[in-house]
């Protein structure tokens, strides 16, 4: 196998054992990457050409002389017998919503294409003191504000390895499709509302949200700050877990960052599950979509190969010694997208009113007579829709006069949303579960412009993973198979507060139990 | 013409004197520093960063409220206040809102005649600093240096009635932060900064007129100056009959007039939500007991004390307690004196409060300790030296930090009290100024100063000169 499809814990092996060097195994990634990835994304992008619809389009930016410098370092650190840290020479990309020092840190937008950071976010420099060789940040939606990548003011955007017609989700989009095209074996995401996990699972990779507060947001661009985690993209869960390993941990620069001790996640690995109860339940079953005129919610079922794909994982699960909990109500999940639409935009228009053209980032180049028409023009031109859709509806619902009906409101349902989840998990309760076993997705990746332009729609594609980001508990998404327009279908495991470790076990059980499955050796190239 | 009342609230802006700025490491103080050189990325705002709270600046704050007799609250929350202004890099200001670090609290306001005026604490909240802006040159300039430096916003109701009661609450209050060592305090360098809300209503009556504000006052006798102004102004208005508007007023020091800056506008909506990257604000009841253990004596408190604990003159009790340390260092001379505290206190407030403007000194600077200024008044008291002599004592030891027994025995300046040894020198001073013996007898009695003056210099000083008085007049009537 080329070094650049091998998986990091297998790098971290092949450089230990001295097999190959950190500047060989990143030789192989960067050819991969111009062999498959096509132009980065930029501004002003010209014509969109045949050749581009074929590419993956991962990159906004490629570092390859910083991840050259970090290659050597490792080189010498083992060759010195110094430790070069668990994801010594494993190269990674990060989604850039990252500020990482000496490095354009453009959220995807053009008010910020040309902010470079003066600092270095903490999972980055976690991942780069822990001997990982960072490539360049990749694309995603403005500022996060999407799940198709689509809406990235740098195109062409990410296209989904498994068909280039196809999106490969968002916001993550640009680490899934990385991971997935085998660009790089891990890549650095952010979930606010599924944004790790939903591209994961349309790209067939494995993606997780880990509790919020579990991984410091230091230096993450933030979009809803309350709900916004940073998290692992691998392409198996070994890999996730060790990744997570390196990031997790306490941070005197983010007081949100739990002061807890961080598990030997892949230690603790292979511990399988007998005696585990996982749970099913309804709600995640079915879709719910409020009619525009009536706000009645319709209730759709999911598309049955992503039920079926579900119940597979169960019985496997079963097979293995874990205790299968039906029926788990978790009656608020419905009522997920809509807390969330106002929650979210409330904290990101204010967010965004650093970005006023006064100090970094885009400034207009227009004429301005005062100081309120010079942050008008920048930020009318800056902004790309998805954040102007976002501050209006934000100013909205927190105007003194709304904010009871909307903001308030919606803080109370995302607190009914987390009771749904103390009493599914409760030690003591009814159910006791361990984790929660739900589809990702309600769909398969869609194609480029199916959606888009729809916000509303857009947003429910987030259904099924929203309701963590309330609630602040770990998800991990992880390939299931494929569905019958051949796309990847992902399940999700969710679990309690700062269980990573459990949840973890689990998705890793599923991987031994299905690792002979005939889907599990397709794989995106052989399908270009 | 109506007799009217003021009715004043005053809204402060208290600098906390912490070590750093209050969500990053940066100093807190950049005073003298070139513009944008004490920043980084959190309090310049750029992508990605994140407040971490400054505990030392709750702790401040916590003294600050405990000592206006505010109630802390076991859960407080950060809010972020949006808006935009070049100075405020991140667009919002993280300040408090709905959940305060404290509510409730007053000052009781001494006034003439023994009476007090109770003013009420509406607001008290910790927040941080915005920078600076400037124009010059037809471009405006920010400095960010200021951004992020903890602030304790502190407001007063309605309850002032005069300029002069104004101008008494800030006294008070810079008396009260620098007591608590919670703020330099220094309005002239914006530690400690005060907006003036002024209206007035015919006396006795119950209602509250529209008010205006007076901004950018930099002294306390400026906010008396201003205060009294817009008083005066708004009488005239409505002896004119018209009603007066809610305009905001901005003093300008140099030319001592009020200008108008603005008509008040619609109460902005800065759509205060809770800062979602700070928790929750929790005090326990241990912390809030080892910070308040450190609660001292309050100055009014310590006042009204040493008025009945030492029968001092009110007049006294109020000079003595202006400065923490100079009433510490009151008591702990009256202490190690043990005899009258008047005395100790015309000491204090003659010869050591002099010393301390002229060396610009606080008295815990001193190296006159208290034993010794106790010790010199003592040794007066013993009759060992004069108080001429106590007087040059207390320079001598600031100058050599000996003891005052010390400095008197090797310089030889105990009083000379003995009758035989004043008696040859009156006689030798006699006995060498023929003239004006001769005068005195003849009638000029006002020369018995210069006698006695002689007999002093030839003593260097060390005579009872009024023993030497009485030995002169004997001799000389022979
Ligand atoms: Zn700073």
Redesign the pocket.
Known sequence: MELYAQSAYELTRLLHSRQVSALEILESVLKRIEAVDGRPGTLDPGEFTEEDRRKVHAFITLTAERARAQAQEVDRKLAAGEDPGLLAGVPFTVKDIFCVQGTPSTAGSRILANFVAPYTATPVARMEAAGGVMVGKVNLDEFTYGSSNESSAFQPCPRNPWNPDRVPGGSSGGSTASVAAREVPLSLGSDTAGSIRQPAAFCGVVGMKPTYGRVSRYGMIAFGSSLDCPGPIARDVRDAALMLQVIAGQDHHDSTAAALEVPQYVALLEGGVKGMRIGLSPDYFRIAIPDIQTGEYALQPLPEAFSAAVHRAAAALADMGAEIIENVPMPNTRYGIPAYFVISRVEAASNLHRFDGVKYGYRTSQPVQDLRSLYRKSRAEGFGLQPKLRILMGMYVSAAQYSEQYYRRALQVRSLIRRDFEQAFDPQGEYRLDALLTPTTPTTAFGFGEVYGDTVLMQYADQLTVPANHAGVPGISIPAGFASDGMPIGIQFLGADFTEEKILRIARAYEIATQSEEWRKACPQERQ | MTDYEAVIGLETHIQLNTLT?I????KADSWNAAPNT???????GLPGVLPVLNEKAVEKAMLLAAAMHAQIQSLSFFDRKNYFYPDLPKGYQISMYEAPLATGGYLDLPLPQNEARRVRIAKLHLEEDAGKTKNAGGKRLIDFNR??VPLVEMVTSPDLRSAEEAAQYLTRLRQLLRWLGVSEADMEKGHLRCDANVSIRPRGAAYLNPKTEIKNVNSIDAVREAVQKEIERQAREMEAGHTIESWTLEWDEDSGKLKKMRSKETEADYRYFHEPDLLPLHISEEWKKSILTALPELPLERRQRFVTQYGLPEYDADILTAERSLSDYYEQTVKAYGGDPKKVSNWLMNDVLRMLNEKGMTADQLRLLPAHLAEIIRLIDEGVINNATGKSLLEKVQASGETPAAIVAREGLAKVSDDAAIRSICQEVIAENPAEVENYRNGKATLMGWFVGQVMRKMRGKADPNLARAILEELLAQ
């Not at chain 2, 969500?23 to 940066?26: G, H, K, N, R, V």
């Open positions: 700025k969500f990053c490491a940066c004490n920043i980084c990325p959190v309090c310049s951004c992020g």
